[in-house]
């Protein structure tokens, strides 16, 4: 084969070690797994979005030819464990379980869960439950009438930044409002789950597998050990993968109910209300600043929708309150709750909505003081986090802001808008925007083995969701052991290896990898004991597959491996971030929900990155196409610039999508999402992107953690949006304070 | 007629299927009944791409051009989500698994490239990449050419991607004709498809082991009276084409669809022939066959073509489909209307032929009888002195539907306007032209004048609606702007070059 592996280690642009497999079409995910005499699973969903089931009448389904099984609530009558939401604490999507009830909370709620020897007969079945509702009125906009803010937080509170903003020179103040929105990772959710001696067995596409097999434990009252949760591929996930879907739940249930392998494949629209969501959100944004550009007051006040079942914030003002240095800060969240399924986790879940606004109003003050953009945030800069004055582990967005105009031609804006026109009179905008990211880490096992022909095994239960975890995280054993990156075989995604984080909050490169990294070095130095007991370890090293040691002779881990018992060497690690104490360590390894940071006792540490676009309007269609985007970052070390520049581009293009595209629009009439499938939900296609630029600057950051890692896979998203915005503004005068932007907000 | 299993050629051999349902999909047999796991599910209803797989046969039979020319045979990019199983009769399937094979080395160039280049990340719309990847290098291979940037990017229209940005996979595209080359041997195929045609006889009758009665036959003739007689008999069937609608009324509105009358192997409905003045495109033909062809009289369709759906709905879908299932917002009936198309309707033996613009009836409601259908569409060839544009605006650039599309053109005599078509979808309960803005232009001058009578004319022939897609302030503002577009770009003096709003033409050359 011809590729070109490079010989691993850290920093090489290695070839993907899953794209083999992928390319092929014989990677196995969620739903390709066969298990002997499977019976298929179908959804019916709730029509209505609040209220009662007043009637129920199941024969018909139970009727249809291969029937098994019709589960609904006046079936499910087991008593399960009390496991709860991922944000309080738990592992669940939703404090509510569908079929516990006969309350409908939100529409396109799980009311049956039908099972037969076929999926035609389970679809045909699940279409013949017979439900009359009690219908109540149901909120699912935060727009509606009559719904009320209570605050999320005690917020941020730094000097007096009402009375700044009262006293100040000039002033921005606006509200900037962004939809809800919904993952739609290409892969649908899929669940198969086989019990076998009282043990479960679990296919599903997981974020997770270590919470999802601690959750599933504590709802079935079996030991830990007892469940097994299998996901090595995964395909797509932003988030949504990160929680137990209640489905999953009621899917096990009627395996062990049968005694034979359930499996459900979730239709997309079934997609959009099973599991969570990106929810909407309105910032009032309030900068303050001396006529020279310095701010003097930074307010932000974001109000998020949240569900009646799960009162849930995900506002970004920890973020947004440190990007700027200001004397004065505050910051408020609040959230109103709709009649909707509880929202999650998406992509950047608290920042992507929030800099949208913020950053928006960076380029209005910025307007206002007729100061350029990118002068007003570099004037600025903090030297130490705005809020807790600690210093910062490292940021370079100064440099991301120096280098990406430079890469952009930023200096060939005329800052007027409406003043760059095409020769056919098309619009031309340039627009930029920060991008930031917590860099927080989560404590993580992992095993090494050394083999004596140099082979090398890294298992972690951590998961390669598209991102690149199977090639970084062997890249980093393989730089510590010295093996060519083609001897390294990584095993992920499988709750058996040693206990690996949520695949959530961009850190997985960080957490896991630290663990991978002393285990990969506690392999080390074994073998450094085995060879030369008694020698200086310091002056020793690992090149080539041979020991070198200190008087520079060299010796093959093939003649000291293979001495060995065994024939191998395999060390274990648990990692800990600085700053976690044992307890909270062991809750996380446990698969427990455990982050350190981004605050930490000494540093705080975020990934930061500089956004340009440039949109084209048409000025009779008003149709908007971003010609080009780049984006400068800093994410600390970077193991591998290949997966880690295509993570940023895809986060761009995410960026870009939110922008103009990506709405989960909402009938407020019958109170459901409207745009349930990808021919009306739109993301991006291919045509809708033009030419994408990324940069990562080498940073050196020695304090984040064992290998120098910030945070990768969000950062990309967080100020495209905004830049968009900004350069639709450049482009046309008209500032269009929400998103999606579409051609008739520029009428 | 004799009932038959269906038989098609699959992992290197003539399978023969008689359990499966009439309206079990390619997909779901792939997936289900032979494991063959690699085609994905990402939509069910063809927007995502995921399931793409190639369906050949035998190009002698074909019937239309529009596909991938290899050996004897014609390839086609489909979506295996909405193909029914039954429709594979006397063709070959082929899917991701089938590609290594292809080659002696461990993965296919299109493999390969995607590897090299990183076009896969999470991976799960890699195959349907892969696939239409596949049937670009074979096109391509057969022409001895290599698409540039733009050709790529029109190419995998019909696939979505969540994670890489699609930047890598054009990377990939454009690398896989740099690696060592393989090649489709299509001797076997072709071979095993001329047994099965010899044995299909007058064409397939099928139904799945044990099932009976209405809903249960699939009924695919290769003659049109065939055809037309069994449909006079039972009206109440489905007639099927390319089921890039009717797969979505299987799939997601669980429509009972009745028996089904596929007319995808009558040759004669697919031809695309001249006669005399007149473009003839059977009722049969693909979007893809039948936009070429129309390209061929107007060159200015191009950016409609391409826009009205990805290749793998161009390759299945058929332009009668589009036409007869008359959907408001359907992009070909403006066009077609535009250029004066007429409808050849067909009942039994008898035929009949209605101008386009009046076979719309109401929303959703045509001309047809019961028992009757669309055989063929007639365009007269244009007068050299007309000149056409067709336009679709929607919010995202491919794989939309329309806000609003229209088909607009105007013959001179002189500067003087002697004919003027403005038809528009979006803007009203079924497609249709604007009477009073055409009028505003008859027989005046070609000038700014008369554009802006005309635009201000629009407001009096249509009163759009406000829906997902746009407002009717939107729709009603752009209706008048494209107007005026139409007349910037074919005005006599200093026309607007039209690659400056071709805007896919502008981001590609601006893609590194």
Redesign the interface.
Known sequence: MDINMGNGGIGVPVVRRDAMAKVLGVAQYAADFPHENTAYAALTLSKVARGRISRLDTAAAEAVAGVRMVLTHRSLNESLGDETFVMKGGHMQSSFLPLTSDEIHYAGQIVSLTIADTLEAAEEAARLVAIDYAREAASASMDDAGLTEEPADSGIDVGDAEAAFAAAEVKVDATYVTPAQHHNPIELYAASAAWQDGKLLINLPSQWVMGTRAGLAKVFGIPIEDVHVESPYVGGAFGAKASILPHVVLVAMAARRLGRPVKLVVPREAGFTVGSFRPAARSRVRLAATRQGKLTAVMHDEVGQSAVIDHVAFAGMEATSKMYASPNIRMRAATVATDVNSPGFMRAPAEAPSFFGFESAMDELAVALGIDPVELRIMNEPARDPVSGLPWSSRLLVECYRRGAALFGWSDRNPKPGSMVAADGTLIGYGCATATYPSAMAPSSARVRLSADGSCVVYCAAHDVGTGAYTVLGQVAADVLGVPDELVTVEMGHSRHPSGPVSGGSITTGSAGSAVHMAARAVRERLFATVAAGQDRSKMTLADRHVVLPDGSRRAISDIIGGLPGGVIEEHADWKPTDMDDKTMQQGLAGGMAFAGPVGGTHVSFSFGAQFAEVRIDPLLRTIRVARMVGVFACGRIINPRTARSNLMGGMIWGASSALLEESQIDRARGRFANTDLASYHFAANADVGEVVVEMLDEHDSVVNAIGTKAVGEVGIVGMPAAIANAVYHATGVRVRKTPILMEDLL | MMQQPISFYFDNRIVRVADQ?ITATVL?WL??AV?R?????????G??G?CTVIVAELADEAGDAGGIRAGNLVLRPINACIRFLPTLHGKALL???D??GLTD???HP???A???C??????????GF?MSLFATYLRHQAAQTTPDRAAI?HD??G????????????DAAARMFA?PPATLDTAPIEAALRAVAAETGAGLSYAAAGQAGPGARFYAPREVDALAAWYAERPEATLLAGATDIGLWVN?R?RDVGDLLYLGDVAALRCIEREGDVLRIGAGATLEAAWAALIGLEPALGEMALRFAGPPVRHAGTMGGNVANGSPIGDAAPVLMAMDARLVLQHGAQSREVPLDAFYLDYMRNDLAKGEFLRAILVPLPDPDTRMRAYK?S???????SALSCGLAVTLEGETISRVRLAFGGMAATVRRARHAEAALHEAVWGEAAVRAAMAALDEDFTPLSD?R??R??RR??AR??L??FWLETRSAAP??AA??R??T??MA???
């Open positions: 349902p779901a997936r289900g494991r796991t690699g085609t994905k599910e990402g939509c069910a209803e927007d995502c995921a899917t991701i698994e590609l290594a080395r461990a993965l299109v493999q390969q995607m590897v090299d990183h076009g896969s990340q999470c991976g799960f719309c890699t195959p892969v990017a995998l229209a696939n979505l991607c969540r994670c890489t940005g699609y930047r890598p996979i054009l690696l997601k669980f605006i919010k995202r650039f491919d794989c939309d539907i997902l746009a407002s302030g939107y503002l752009v702007n494209l005026w577009r607007l070059p400056s709003v805007v896919r502008f981001a601006g893609a590194v």
